[in-house]
């Protein structure tokens, strides 16, 4: 629930950032009603929630302040779509920056309609600039190696094996720096001596045959494997007992 508050929260003041630089930009008191309505609408979408936490996450790295962040990051969509953003604003800088010299050669006539254009084109100019520049800065903290570590959580199942793959390939594009894989969810072997439901014997076999797929994509980038726990790992006996089976014994 504390979570959901959060997210809810980040979403209602990301909102009030687009509203705000619309009236700046514009020279807007009140936000149009058709605007406001678009405004209203995205927040609805999943997307939204998830462009906005991202961006909270981001926000936290770029002002500094700590030795370690972990990030159980879930949109890994957002993560590389911020990474290669930094080209798209480049072109879109350079060619605001294009036009303003297009229009320096325009002669006095336009004069007045020069002024009006330099004054739009000198807000956008500067947002853009603002998250160019942002993007740049998180950018080169999220590619360094000698700061920055991602781990694939993956699971014995096709699809999963399949995403993490693709997922791999777009972090070495954008020189994303992988420090390895850890399976999770794996249903204790020794459960195969029991009596069992069939059902539960069929997902021990899925489960032998796809832990087979694993090893031969990932090799030896797989640092731990995590039993399936009887509840969600939360409190300090959990986190201890997730700790034990990645870390082994302290």
Do not use: C
Not at 30 to 55: G, K, L, N, R, V
Not at 113 to 122: A, H, P, V
Not at 232 to 243: F, H, K, P, Q, Y
Request: no cysteine; net charge negative; proline share 3%.
């Amino acid at each position: 629930m504390h979570r959901r508050s959060n997210a809810d929260k980040r979403v209602r003041e990301y909102q009030e950032e687009i509203r705000q630089k619309i009236r700046d930009m514009y020279g807007m008191e009140t936000i149009p009603e058709e605007i406001e309505s678009y405004i209203q609408a995205a927040a609805a979408e999943p997307a939204m929630e998830e462009s906005a936490i991202f961006d909270q996450v981001v926000d936290i790295v770029v002002k500094g302040g700590y030795d370690y962040y972990v990030y159980d990051l879930v949109p890994l969509g957002h993560a590389l779509y911020y990474l290669s953003m930094a080209s798209v604003y480049d072109a879109w800088i350079g060619k605001i920056t294009g036009l303003r010299q297009q229009m320096r050669e325009y002669d006095q006539v336009a004069a007045v309609i020069k002024r009006e254009k330099e004054l739009d084109e000198d807000a956008i100019l500067n947002e853009l600039l603002y998250i160019k520049e942002r993007i740049n800065k998180s950018s080169r903290i999220l590619t360094d190696k000698k700061m920055t570590a991602f781990f694939f959580v993956i699971t014995p199942e096709e699809m999963v094996i399949k995403d993490t793959m693709k997922a791999a390939e777009l972090f070495a594009k954008f020189d994303v720096p992988m420090s390895g894989y850890i399976i999770n969810r794996l249903i204790p072997e020794e459960l195969r001596e029991q009596a069992i439901p069939e059902y539960l014997r069929n997902r021990l076999a899925m489960q032998e045959h796809y832990l087979k797929v694993i090893k031969a994509t990932f090799g030896g980038q797989i640092l731990a494997a995590v039993p399936e726990m009887e509840r969600d790992v939360t409190g300090l006996s959990m986190i201890e007992r997730m700790a034990k089976a990645i870390f082994g014994e302290f």
